[in-house]
């Protein structure tokens, strides 16, 4: 079953507001930060998710040996450190959050993502409506030591959940089931595990950046499978390029940057993360642990 909910109702999604809803978030000293932007999930950005608006139409999945056709959805499950106990990095609760939209779902008054110099990328002309339509997903379950979260997507996306007892700390890992709904979504199961901490090496302030020339990020540390994003939002641009963790640094191009409107305010940020995609049938599922590592509010010129 497919329903229809405001991303800004979903007031614990804080940073969601920055892409789907307007506004950001103050200026974050280097440090864990909590939940990453998770309101719904985009078609090609990893599975990160950030989309929300109205539903285009769609083909569902073909019948097969006269079986009834399968719709077809995609979703993501993230996992973040709990940003409201206010503990250093390492003893941290854990949080998640889950949303599923039908597949072919493009956010209104936004082109469709699409791949510039390696980055996932969405512009919106505007005006962008705030209201997507969400597939119910059952019962969710995330299990750790210490442990478990439950979340339903049945009215919307699922609040963000916390467990102070499953702690947050790297090499942790969490199992991820989804029993499935009436409404199509297949049961799934996954794993995830938490990524490193990494030393952000570009403490630099960042204030105003030039859309006229590549911007590069750089950090210490490495870890196999994970990986770094340098996630860009405006009132017109959303984007993300990501990379291996043993890049040591991640460089956003100055083609991507020019997309931002001139003068407008946003926000960059890095990201560490780890992750598994899921095919359950036509369904696809991106489990995420993820933590924010900095973030700079920011004005492009």
Known sequence: MIRSTSLCAVSLLVLASVVACGGSSATTPDQEVGVPTMDVPTADAGGVPQDGGKAVAQDAAPAKDG??????????????????????????????????????????????????????VRTCPGPVSPNAPHVES???????????????????????????????????????????????????????????????????????????????????????????????????LYAECAVPSSFHVVTVPQAVLALAGASDAGEISLEVSRGQKVQAGSTEVDVIARVRRRVWNVTFH
């Open 67 to 120: 079986a009834a056709e399968e719709p077809a959805f995609r979703g993501s499950v993230v996992l973040a450190p709990a940003s409201v106990m206010g503990s250093p990095p390492g003893s941290r609760g854990t949080e998640a959050a889950a949303a599923f939209v039908p597949k072919d779902f493009v956010l209104s008054g936004c082109a469709p993502y699409k791949t510039i110099a390696g980055c996932s």
């Open 138 to 236: 059952g019962t969710i379950t995330i299990s750790g030591a210490g442990g478990t979260i439950g979340l339903d997507t049945h009215d919307g996306p699922a609040p963000v959940s916390q467990n102070a007892n499953m702690q947050w700390i790297a090499g942790a890992l969490f199992s991820v089931t989804g029993a499935g709904s009436p409404g199509g979504l297949p049961a799934f199961a996954a794993s995830v595990t938490v990524p490193a901490y990494l030393d952000i090496v570009s403490t630099t302030a960042l204030t105003d950046v030039s859309r006229a020339s590549d911007l590069a990020l750089d950090w210490t540390g490495d870890e196999a499978g994970t990986m770094v994003s340098a996630r860009i939002s405006s009132p017109a």
